[in-house]
């Protein structure tokens, strides 16, 4: 029998991905256009593991609008062939019951459910990507809500009361997914243009044990809480949605509701996960453990930022959607800084899954810039590397982000080179710079290597934002 799943030996571990990924990847990558024309002249049938995997180019959520609105060309769409040649055992056999059953409709019907994008949601840097998930991925989400709720260390008898804003997101729809899985007592209080006096209306009607609140709102909803005079002696775990809070930030949050009148202590735990993914991690009610991953549903990895390649430090936590359909993400460069993944024991629960501790922050590369005309847009600068990396002239780079002067009214992108090219490169890059990026830059080539190494000491890396 095998172990639960945050239970699981080494080699168990190993053998579940193995065998996800060697079904779902052979469809992820013939059956998701995206994905078809990116794998290139990659022998695909070595693409069936985690080495085959990281055969893959990363992909960043430029790369994906840039192919198409809404990142709709990463939705698995197979026709009926590579289903036969790329769905797991349980999907095959679905499909033949409900042939069996219902004949032709039948098997409609069941390739509608693995298939079909039924729920979209909104993720990305500014929600302009379109996650999509079918019927079966809502079926993994709530499974994952359970999961995440057993983390915090939920139970049956819990009332919730969630404090986000309704909408389009991986945040809203995670816990509407959690609640659901974990089969809870939820109001979701907060309707569209709600402010925080509706939950605390809400929040009054219930014998509310468990609050979800956006990070950034926790303490501001413990004030709102305190004003009102909302009864909160049953309360005992606030739920901060967002990346885990300081030590600090978790002290005031406790105090801001022991003051709104919380009779005990009242445990702050993270949910949180890339607004791309499907699934929110959590922190465990033991403690000091950081966010519990989901190793069976979703392959992590840990990229240098600037060179696209696994690394053992810090860098981009970068996500590959294993065993899921609708959207599929493969090595999607999520942006979000992270220390390495720690699979060591949780000290707090003793779960032995891959755990995100330390600081995380989102879309750490990917920073707001005025455009021309006072338009605000975003810069990706992770697209410098990539295409420094395919121009091998390049010895040594380094950028800059300078604001606006009396030349030029908006951000700029300056890139200095190192190393001699063709002139007529130049402008080859400053376009291939603009579509990875985001910004027109300004190449400076041929400057001396060692001006460019001193300029990278000087600004303590390779990139400095000077605005
Ligand atoms: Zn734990």
Known sequence: MVAPWDRRSDDDRARIEA????????????AAPFHAARVGDIDDRLIVDRRGLQRLAPTRERDLLADGAGGGSAVLRPNEQQVKATADDSVIVGIARAIRRDGTGGKRDALVREYRPLQLHRGGVAGELLVASTRSDLDRQHRVGARAAAVLGLREDDVLVSALPAGPTLDHLGVVHLATGAALTALHARGVGDDLT???????????????????????????LREERTELRELRTVVSVGPPP???QRAATID??????????????????PSVSRSLWAECVEGGGGLHTYPDLEVLEVLDPLTGRVTDGDGDLTLTSAGWHGTVHLRFQTGTWVDPLTTDPC??????????????????????VALDGGVRGTIDLRGIAAVVARTSWVTAWRAELRGPD???????????????????????????????????PEVIAGVHEDEVVRGIDAAGGVLADRR
């Open 19 to 30: 065998a996800t990924l060697a079904r779902w990847l052979p469809g992820a990558v013939t």
């Open 406 to 440: 009396e030349r030029v009214p908006r951000d700029r992108l300056v890139v200095e080179l190192a190393g001699t090219g063709p002139r007529s490169d130049t402008g080859r890059l400053e376009r291939a710079l603009e579509a990875a990026t985001g910004l027109a």
């Open 256 to 273: 801001a509701f022991r003051r709104a009148g919380a009779d005990r202590e009242v445990a702050i735990l993270a949910l949180w996960g």
């Open 198 to 224: 509706t939950v605390a209306a809400a929040a009054a009607r219930l014998p509310v044990t468990v609050l979800v609140v956006a990070a950034h709102e926790a303490d501001v909803l413990a004030a709102v």
């Open 246 to 248: 300081t030590a600090q």
């Open 347 to 368: 000290p707090g629960c003793g779960r032995d899954v891959p755990r995100l501790v330390g600081d995380l922050v989102p879309h750490a590369w990917e920073l707001p």
